[in-house]
């Protein structure tokens, strides 16, 4: 820019032409939480027979 312009200036050029930026949207959720829960595969066995086993 040849000139320079303080942030109150800024400001009042932007709101006269209507200046606004682009907004992303962001993603909802629409899934229940019981729809994103896995059964449990061990089933609350944790006796091991041998390191890192289950």
Do not use: P
């Amino acid at each position: 820019m040849s000139f320079k312009a303080g942030l109150k200036r800024v400001i009042t050029c932007v709101r006269n032409y209507g200046i606004k930026a682009n907004m992303q949207k962001k993603h909802k959720r629409i899934k229940r939480h019981e729809e994103h829960v896995n059964d449990s595969l061990l089933n609350k066995q944790f006796n091991r027979q041998s390191k890192n086993g289950v």
